[in-house]
């Protein structure tokens, strides 16, 4: 994997809440068995109209996010199927990091990721940045206001600088930080702890688990 | 210490904590299907790695298979990803149940079946409705293929250890109140990322009284809760489940005695504490209907189509956006709501109980004319008991086409798909845009509710459908 290293890319926006795996690579797109070349069918029903020409309706689809590398989204991205063809295809693409809000609910606090999209993104060198839904409100209008605004996002120092001049900071697990920054194999990781593995392995019951 | 469930079987499969904060987890079974599999046996190959424990990992063909005709796959990119699931557990030694074989159906209908799912393992595959095991007091969860090749490696998964929140559903359901609707209810309430980051915990008098398919029903769809798993504690009725005698896989005699003894030691202990709880009155809990896109729009079948603004967790904008893709006026009642298609399966609603209650419902009824209906077990072994039972023979007489085990119309990476604006009920677990199919508009209800939808030709409430 990549490392994950400081760049400055446009932003481009996309302004829906539970925007789902479906949604980001529907399935006729599940077929291949191949890692490659799912960028193109990205948002495939909300990009591409009746007779496969980009929807021009489509916000990701204007000129000014040409070459977008960074996806500012709403709460709960990434929600329902597993499929790792979502990161594949937001990787593939071009984007490099996505930005969503966490949100209230009760008292609960709605994480801006679904999990299991969240881990794949780790997987892909792709970060997920989690940020208050005021700042990401900051970030829409600040694009909206000048469409292809670019941001330089710096993992190492945790921030997220809009060319604007706005720079935001945002927590980052420490694990998934050096393995982005390093660009690490995680199973190469874990085969490092082949004796614990197999210690275990020698006294547990996977009958009774 | 008191511990919940969750954390007694998290703490027995933790190899080593990381310095990261994570930790490295055992994983006592790993189920792979032809869709999220391929680039993980890639990278074994790219790299010259094994799989590390193929007496644990099981292998099905469920997504992409033809539910009519199985002896053809048409589309020829179906057709190679199926080979592919073929070759790769041939090469790799992986048990698999293929489109020959007796016992192939859904991965999350045949894990039950098999005695491969137990209580107090952890579970894992590629698919988010891995929590379906959770029904068992099994810890299972969804991966990405990343993860499914991590896994094949090293029989482990590098975890962040959730949080827990306590579900509890007090008092009695209804009649033709479903587990369904117990789970659709809790969606609604917590919405679809309100479980993202727990493992949720499901306890009360209406789910102690559940059967294992109903309780699959309900941990099933903790994923479109936002949780990645649902447990319920293993208890007699989850031990006379795994003792039947066709389940090859699960502890027999002594062995078995010796789990049971296990098994019971695995409920969460007096006192131990939860992150997060809800408390829901089960006898209020009305048959669900969703109304929109997202699992978390749903509402009582004797509701109307809300308004937009109106509906907590989901933005006027949201909502309208949900019911132009939809098709739906607020005001409506959703009993006014005419479907198409109604497809009773999948791995939410396809076992031999869900099949029963809809059978009961169809018995000397037909279908409306208007409506195409669609009846898809979820595994082979689920047909040959309804076969055997003459459910089949019900459902044909009420004008329904009686199909093959697979996912089917749940996701429609098959020919099973709805068109451009047609309206489906539907006892799967996705009301997505396009998930049925492209423009297709999906409602997500029980397997009695969705035959009594097709017999109408609309939604009733079941309850006052039945007695009258």
Redesign the interface.
């Known amino acids: 994997m990549d490392r994950f290293e400081t760049y400055t890319g446009v932003v481009g926006t996309l302004d829906r809440a539970n925007v789902d795996t479906d949604q980001i690579i529907p399935k006729q797109f599940l077929k291949s068995i191949k890692r490659t070349g799912f960028g193109e069918s990205l948002f495939f029903d909300w990009r591409y109209n009746e007779v496969g020409k980009p929807d021009q309706d489509f916000e990701l689809n204007a000129p000014a996010f040409a070459g977008a590398s960074v996806l500012v989204t709403r709460n709960n991205f990434g929600c329902g199927s597993s499929r790792e063809h979502a990161v594949w295809a937001i990787a593939q693409y071009g984007f490099r990091t996505v930005i969503a809000p966490w949100a209230q609910r009760g008292d609960v606090r709605v994480p801006a990721f679904a999990d299991i999209f969240r881990n794949n993104c780790v997987k892909n060198g792709v970060l997920t940045i989690e940020l208050s839904s005021a700042e990401v409100d900051e970030i829409f209008s600040a694009v909206n206001a000048s469409p292809g605004l670019k941001a330089t996002v710096n993992l190492e120092a945790q921030t997220i600088a809009l060319e604007s001049g706005k720079s935001f900071s945002f927590e980052v697990d420490p694990g998934v930080k050096e393995t982005l920054l390093k660009g690490l194999d995680d199973i190469a990781q874990t085969l490092e702890h082949e004796s614990d593995i197999s210690a275990f392995e020698a006294t547990h019951n996977t009958q009774l688990g | 210490m008191s511990k919940t469930l969750f954390e007694k079987?998290w703490e027995?499969?933790v190899?080593?904590e990381?310095s990261?904060?994570?930790a490295?987890l055992?994983i006592?079974?790993h189920l792979v299907h032809e869709?999220?599999s391929?680039?993980a046996f890639?990278g074994l190959r790219m790299?010259g790695?094994k799989v590390r424990?193929q007496n644990?990992t099981f292998a099905t063909m469920d997504?992409?298979v033809p539910t009519d005709d199985r002896s053809v796959i048409r589309?020829p990119?179906?057709r190679?990803?199926v080979e592919?699931l073929s070759k790769n557990c041939a090469d790799f030694g992986v048990t698999l149940y293929d489109l020959d074989s007796d016992k192939q159906g859904i991965v999350h209908t045949i894990g039950p079946e098999l005695g491969i799912t137990?209580?107090?393992?952890?579970m894992v595959c590629?698919?988010?409705h891995t929590s379906t095991h959770g029904a068992f007091g099994?810890l299972a969860f969804?991966?990405?293929?990343?993860?499914v090749?991590?896994v094949l490696?090293?029989?482990?998964l590098?975890q962040?250890k959730p949080k827990t929140y306590k579900v509890e559903y007090t008092g009695k359901l209804q009649p033709h109140v479903f587990s369904k609707d117990m789970i659709l209810k809790l969606i609604g309430l917590?919405?679809?990322?309100?479980g993202?980051?727990y493992v949720l915990e499901y306890c009360g008098e209406a789910i102690r009284s559940l059967s294992m398919e109903a309780r699959m029903t309900v941990c099933n769809m903790s994923?479109e809760g936002?949780a990645?798993a649902g447990m319920i504690a293993p208890d007699d009725i989850t031990f006379d489940y795994v003792s039947a005698e066709d389940r090859p896989f699960a502890?027999k005699g002594e062995?078995f005695e010796?789990?049971v003894e296990?098994w019971r030691t695995l409920p969460g202990d007096d006192g131990a504490k939860f992150d997060?709880t809800i408390t829901i009155d089960a006898s209020e809990i009305a048959p669900q209907v969703t109304w929109g896109t997202?699992p978390?729009m749903v509402t009582d079948v004797t509701a109307t189509v809300p308004e937009p603004g109106s509906v907590?967790?989901?933005?006027a904008g949201?909502v309208e956006?949900a019911l132009e893709y939809m098709g739906l006026t607020p005001g409506t009642p959703l009993t006014d709501v005419s479907v198409d298609t109604v497809f009773i399966g999948s791995c939410t609603n396809g076992r031999i109980e869900d099949l029963r209650r809809a059978a009961k419902i169809f018995e000397g009824r037909k279908k409306a004319d208007s409506v195409k209906l669609l009846v898809v077990p979820g595994s082979e072994a689920v047909r040959r008991q309804a076969e055997a039972e003459g459910l089949d023979k019900v459902f044909k007489g009420a004008g329904a086409e009686w199909r093959f085990a697979g996912c089917s119309m749940c996701?429609?990476?098959n020919p099973d798909q709805l068109k451009p604006q047609e309206r489906s009920a539907s006892t799967s677990n996705?009301n997505?845009?396009?998930?049925q199919g492209?423009g297709g508009r999906t409602h997500l209800v029980s397997p009695e509710m969705a035959a009594a939808a097709a017999i109408e030709g609309h939604f009733v409430d079941i309850r006052q459908w039945s007695n009258g």
Do not use: C, W
């Open positions: 079987i027995k499969h190899v080593k990381l990261d904060g994570t490295l055992y006592d079974r869709v999220t391929p680039q890639e790299t790695r424990r644990l997504h992409n589309d990119i179906s190679a990803q592919a137990l209580p107090g393992l952890t590629g698919d988010s099994t969804g991966i990405g293929t990343s993860e090749e991590h490696a090293t029989q482990t590098r962040k917590i919405g679809t990322a309100g993202t980051g994923i936002g990645r502890p062995a010796k789990a296990y997060a997202s978390g907590p967790g989901y933005s949201d956006k996701l429609g990476m996705r997505f845009e396009g998930r492209k």
